[in-house]
């Protein structure tokens, strides 16, 4: 069966299927994301008016049996950054989406009626479905009514209030394997532009269709040689498992890069308080609910997610990973991890991004707003974006407007997105991916932080070694596949290939993910060229360059002109 | 004698004159500040950073007898654009400036104590003041502190709370040539720029330096024939003198393009409350220090300016201008002028730009924060500005700011710069202006209101009559003769070329306003393409062309193809 697109028109109310436009057949995930925006958007469009997209898109191996194959993309223009954005997530969407014959969904137009609507679809049609009673409602709440109404095996991506009201931090969740809405496409404010539409949520039935495999031997071999890999590397087979990303709390303290008090400082007095071996421990004593080896998504062998218990073993929040740790604890002077899960729950069910909440109110606390280290203030913060109070609308817009609200100037952010746990002046490779990253600045393009031959704190090499992890992760999540589960076969490229060529007998050859990747940054790069970016937009932020951050003293000074190559490719 | 250039550099405390640079010898005002910022400073940098520029420059005819020509204009990076930015205004600064042989001072660094600096200039040098005893006091309080040390007859540049806090809205105030610093270099947040670097005011001696005219009877004659023209032209005969410019109010009502309760509206039900025959019966029939024709700065022939005074005949304000009008009054539903005028001395006194606050208070009305029409919403709002509160810090951030803090989608800027009190669909030239003018939403660069022979609501011709009068203005603005006592010789050139030739014996030739606007312009636009700013940036924002404005119920509908030929010259 050839599979479909989803168009979707809120202006005129209208959801069609079609078939998959040929030009779009060898395309999944951020690379299809890219490839409808370019062709069919305006990229000088506002991103909350009629004229701006929304898509969907599931990745290359999306419905196959390969291992954390169901990431979702969700695209368009960030109304952040004002250029191209995708942010991916685990979940059931993507599933869900090819069990009915869905690759992508297109949402265009907007509906200006007071009642929010819900995207229904299933193998017999779609449908937008008024539901007056989850407006404005929290991500939790919505997610049960949503189950009441339609079921609970549906797959599911939700706004909260915050996407609804249009704040630039908004997030949309989406439905978990285990029916909670905990997985988050979180950056580049897509919910917002999701609630500008006047949609609230999208539901997916289950649904029969399966992806016929083009040879199911090759594909099932590759998907052997997948696992065992995946179970002989430290990484995926053992730390990752048991400490999930928070095993990256003592390793970027130590490197000098974790963003600390609002990007003041690189390591935090109380990393031991929140690193990955208290999320284990606090896991495991407190027991009931709690899970520190948990699959956001159905056939993942790495299971990086968890589930942070209180103290009392009622599930708090999950996952609790890293990013959030980093900027909603240290850059914001918290060393608890109680305190850090109880504020991740907050901006999880009022529909926030928790890497852009983290980094505004740690600006809020340099202005003196808040107070460092104060999770009473931080709480109250976010009580103040619940309840539509004027200082919780400046934090739901994010970072940089957060700054110039409140007249600060050391706001880490690039093209208006807010930086996410890394600081760049103690790892340098993260700053030219968050200058050149097509997504502003986002950690999902490459980090850099382990790469054997860079030295973190030169000047030099990080120009080529980001372009090479661009590559890598846009090829990543153009196929779907989760960029921690793919951990250890990224250097293997012959084991996706086969996987590629299992499903369709076709392959883009040469180093997958990288032949993928690189197409994909250049459809994103054109997006930004055309939506009025140049290369005056490609750089950290002033002040990183003047301020050296302890404890290695460095400012960041990768050479602009070295920066100004990244796309000669 | 050789004018001088004043060096200021405030990181390393120096003050410092020399002799004007070769290259600068042909510039004045605008043109000359935009070749300073061009040739000396970092397009890229950040407003609020240590190597950002703040220029003040006098005009080419300033300290000569000619008539208006002492208008001083303030240049720099625009916190609120991130473009270039001019802002010039009447008063006392640049006639002190020339009376102690300075042409332009340049100001660079930082300083970052907590003391608010003077910058004190006289013939013999200058140096920087620290007067903890002004800090955060408003403009006027400032300006008599000011005067008791410094003594009343000094040039003097001051901005208020909003600009020492680097709030984007932030002007420059100026003395007048009656001791009241009531003349603003309002747009651009320029008074942010200032504050940034440590700087509260700029304070210039009398001095003796005369300027050596080459050619007294040519200068003199030329004069004599500016001077019959001004009387015998109505406009600058009659018009202007007797209403000011507050005669607009009518005139753009009925064309139908009164910003009125945030661009909803091109005219308001309340305008005959509000006109220039009702700023008129006011001042005459209230009598006191009420004056319907005051001259901002000596030598001026028309006298446009006025002092509003209130019911006891007190003044209330000076000058009540047309822009402000329209946006704190009609742009905010606000049909009352002694309470505009109260909103205007607030806004004066805090160091805010009318435009970009009536602009943002509006946008703040349409989002529910305060209600439209009401005088004391918006003058509690300014009182949050003056104390710092959250709201008010959003209001100080201008128009864009506002709208996305709150949430808004009719937000009237472009570049980040508000709208200036004429809506773009009542009268296309306009949003051609500030579409394309280099410093973003910017009247002040030609509304082409009256063309002749261009028809308002046409798509058609406005690009040419657009760039036309852009030429005309920032030759204007290099001059340093007032847009509107000039109004009556832009079209008679060898007027201006013998005033120049007079003074020089070089003049720039051709129809010289429009030779010196076109290089200027072609300088500014460098400095933007190096900036960042590319053919994207320059347009209405969305909602303009897709909502009708009534009572003409137009779009904006200048086709993008052709405003993109505006820089074809």
Same mark, same amino acid.
């Given at each position: 069966?050839?599979p479909?697109?989803?168009r979707v028109d809120?202006?005129r109310n209208?959801?069609?299927?079609?078939?998959?436009?040929?030009d779009?057949?060898?395309?999944?995930g951020?690379?299809?994301?890219a490839?409808?925006l370019l062709?069919?958007?305006?990229?000088?469009?506002d991103p909350?008016?009629?004229?701006?997209?929304?898509v969907l898109?599931?990745?290359?191996l999306?419905g196959?049996?390969?291992?954390?194959v169901h990431r979702?993309?969700i695209?368009?223009?960030?109304p952040l950054?004002?250029?191209?954005?995708?942010?991916?997530?685990g +979940?059931?969407t993507?599933?869900?989406?090819?069990?009915?014959?869905i690759?992508?969904v297109?949402?265009?137009g907007q509906f200006?009626?007071? /009642?929010p609507?819900?995207l229904?679809?299933?193998?017999?049609?779609?449908e937008?479905?008024p539901?007056? *009673?989850?407006a404005f409602l929290?991500?939790?709440?919505? @997610?049960?009514?949503?189950?009441e109404?339609f079921g609970?095996?549906?797959?599911?991506?939700?706004?909260g209030?915050?996407? *609804?009201r249009?704040f630039?931090a908004?997030?949309?969740?989406?439905m978990d394997?285990?029916g909670s809405?905990?997985?988050?496409?979180?950056?580049?404010?897509?919910g917002a532009?999701?609630?500008?539409?006047?949609?609230?949520?999208?539901v997916?039935?289950r649904?029969?269709?399966? $992806?016929?495999?083009?040879?199911?031997?090759?594909?099932?071999q590759?998907?052997?040689?997948?696992?065992e890999?995946t179970?002989?590397?430290?990484?995926t087979?053992?730390?990752f498992p048991?400490?999930?990303?928070?095993?990256?709390?003592?390793?970027?303290?130590e490197v000098?890069?974790?963003?600390t008090?609002?990007?003041?400082?690189?390591r935090?007095?109380?990393?031991?308080e929140?690193?990955?071996?208290t /999320?284990?421990?606090?896991i495991?004593l407190r @027991?009931g609910?709690?899970?520190p080896?948990?699959a956001c998504m159905p056939g993942?062998p790495v299971r990086c997610?968890n $589930?942070?218990?209180?103290?009392?073993g009622?599930a708090?929040?999950?996952p609790?990973?890293?990013e959030?740790?980093?900027?909603?604890g240290?850059?914001?002077?918290?060393?608890n991890?109680?305190?850090?899960?109880?504020?991740?729950?907050m901006?999880n069910?009022?529909?926030?991004?928790t890497?852009?909440? +983290?980094?505004a109110l740690?600006?809020?606390?340099?202005a003196? $707003?808040?107070?460092? @280290?104060?999770f009473?203030?931080?709480?109250q913060a976010l009580?103040?974006?619940?309840d539509?109070?004027?200082?919780?609308?400046?934090i739901?817009n994010g970072?940089r407007?957060?700054g110039?609200?409140?007249?600060?100037?050391r706001?880490?952010?690039?093209k +208006?997105? @807010?930086?996410?746990?890394?600081?760049?002046?103690?790892t340098?490779t993260v700053?030219?991916?968050?200058?050149?990253?097509?997504?502003?600045?986002?950690?999902t393009? +490459?980090?850099?932080?382990?790469?054997?031959?860079?030295d973190?704190?030169s000047?030099?090499?990080?120009v080529?070694?980001?372009r090479?992890?661009?590559?890598?992760?846009?090829?990543?999540?153009?196929?779907?596949?989760?960029?921690?589960?793919?951990?250890?076969?990224t250097d293997?490229p012959t084991?996706?290939?086969?996987?590629l060529?299992g499903t369709y007998?076709?392959s883009?050859?040469?180093?997958?993910f990288r032949?993928?990747g690189?197409?994909c940054?250049?459809?994103?790069r054109e997006?930004?060229?055309?939506a009025?970016?140049?290369k005056?937009?490609?750089d950290?932020?002033?002040f990183?360059?003047e301020?050296?951050?302890?404890?290695?003293?460095c400012?960041?000074? $990768?050479?602009?002109e070295?920066?100004?190559?990244?796309y000669?490719?």
């Amino acid at each position: 069966m050839i599979p479909k697109l989803c168009r979707v028109d809120l202006t005129r109310n209208v959801v069609a299927y079609e078939s998959l436009p040929d030009d779009y057949v060898q395309y999944g995930g951020r690379a299809l994301s890219a490839r409808i925006l370019l062709q069919e958007s305006d990229p000088r469009c506002d991103p909350f008016g009629r004229s701006s997209f929304l898509v969907l898109a599931t990745g290359l191996l999306a419905g196959t049996p390969g291992p954390a194959v169901h990431r979702i993309s969700i695209g368009g223009k960030s109304p952040l950054t004002g250029g191209i954005k995708e942010s991916n997530a685990g +979940g059931m969407t993507a599933l869900r989406l090819s069990q009915i014959g869905i690759k992508a969904v297109v949402i265009t137009g907007q509906f200006v009626g007071k /009642v929010p609507l819900v995207l229904h679809l299933s193998e017999s049609g779609g449908e937008l479905v008024p539901m007056r *009673e989850i407006a404005f409602l929290g991500v939790y709440e919505t @997610g049960e009514l949503l189950k009441e109404r339609f079921g609970g095996g549906c797959g599911m991506a939700i706004i909260g209030p915050v996407g *609804e009201r249009r704040f630039r931090a908004a997030s949309v969740a989406h439905m978990d394997k285990d029916g909670s809405p905990s997985r988050f496409s979180a950056r580049g404010g897509l919910g917002a532009v999701m609630g500008s539409k006047g949609l609230k949520a999208i539901v997916v039935e289950r649904g029969t269709h399966k $992806v016929e495999l083009h040879d199911k031997r090759v594909f099932s071999q590759a998907v052997k040689e997948f696992l065992e890999v995946t179970r002989a590397t430290p990484k995926t087979g053992e730390m990752f498992p048991k400490y999930g990303t928070p095993a990256l709390v003592q390793i970027i303290n130590e490197v000098g890069a974790l963003p600390t008090r609002n990007y003041s400082s690189g390591r935090f007095e109380l990393v031991d308080e929140i690193d990955g071996e208290t /999320v284990y421990q606090n896991i495991t004593l407190r @027991g009931g609910k709690g899970n520190p080896t948990h699959a956001c998504m159905p056939g993942c062998p790495v299971r990086c997610s968890n $589930v942070y218990p209180d103290k009392d073993g009622n599930a708090l929040v999950s996952p609790l990973e890293y990013e959030t740790i980093a900027m909603l604890g240290a850059n914001c002077g918290i060393g608890n991890l109680d305190q850090i899960a109880e504020l991740n729950r907050m901006c999880n069910d009022f529909g926030l991004d928790t890497i852009e909440t +983290g980094g505004a109110l740690a600006v809020a606390m340099e202005a003196g $707003v808040l107070r460092f @280290g104060s999770f009473e203030d931080a709480r109250q913060a976010l009580n103040k974006v619940r309840d539509n109070e004027i200082l919780g609308r400046i934090i739901a817009n994010g970072v940089r407007v957060t700054g110039e609200v409140l007249g600060v100037r050391r706001v880490p952010q690039v093209k +208006g997105q @807010g930086m996410s746990g890394y600081d760049p002046r103690g790892t340098k490779t993260v700053g030219v991916t968050f200058s050149l990253s097509p997504m502003g600045a986002d950690h999902t393009g +490459g980090t850099g932080v382990t790469t054997p031959h860079v030295d973190r704190l030169s000047p030099n090499g990080h120009v080529d070694n980001s372009r090479q992890l661009n590559f890598l992760y846009a090829g990543v999540d153009s196929i779907g596949i989760c960029i921690i589960a793919s951990e250890a076969v990224t250097d293997k490229p012959t084991i996706m290939d086969r996987l590629l060529r299992g499903t369709y007998g076709w392959s883009p050859g040469g180093d997958v993910f990288r032949t993928l990747g690189r197409e994909c940054l250049k459809m994103e790069r054109e997006f930004n060229l055309k939506a009025g970016f140049s290369k005056v937009h490609d750089d950290v932020p002033e002040f990183m360059r003047e301020e050296p951050l302890p404890p290695h003293n460095c400012v960041f000074d $990768v050479p602009r002109e070295e920066m100004e190559k990244f796309y000669n490719f």
